[in-house]
Nanobody, 123 residues
Framework: VQLQAFGGGLVQPGDSLVLSCAAS????????MGWFRQAPGKEREFVAA????????DYTDPVKGRFTISRDDAKNTVDLQMNSLKPEDTAVYYC?????????????????WGQGTLVTVSS
């Protein structure tokens, strides 16, 4: 599976942004997918995950109620809708394809990674 993330940019606090991840490969539909982020000087952290069917999702507490992960298997894409953005959301965001079909909340549960897209939230 090859992944390409895009959609990042500079936005103001309170704005919305949609990140998209385009996947190639026949096994995409069998994999759980996730979004992670890495701020400068910090470790990569879990943001959101979705299982292979799209019926189950999970989020890190700081983004619950603001971010929504979704997938479109017809288009081989996984999106991250981000609302009410805060300066602390500033980071490089990575999409990832899991080792398994379920939800994964650690980097060790993912085997393929996109190149990352930078989100900067600043006034």
């Amino acid at each position: 599976v090859q992944l390409q993330a895009f959609g990042g940019g500079l936005v103001q606090p309170g704005d919305s942004l949609v990140l998209s991840c385009a996947a190639s490969g026949r096994t995409f539909k069998t994999k759980g997918m996730g979004w992670f982020r890495q701020a400068p000087g910090k470790e990569r952290e879990f943001v959101a995950a979705i299982n292979y069917s799209g019926r189950t999702t999970d989020y890190t507490d700081p983004v619950k109620g603001r971010f929504t992960i979704s997938r479109d298997d017809a288009k081989n894409t996984v999106d991250l809708q981000m609302n009410s953005l805060k300066p602390e959301d500033t980071a490089v965001y990575y999409c990832a394809a899991g080792l398994y079909s379920g939800l994964g909340m650690t980097v060790y549960e993912y085997e393929y990674w996109g190149q990352g897209t930078l989100v900067t939230v600043s006034s």
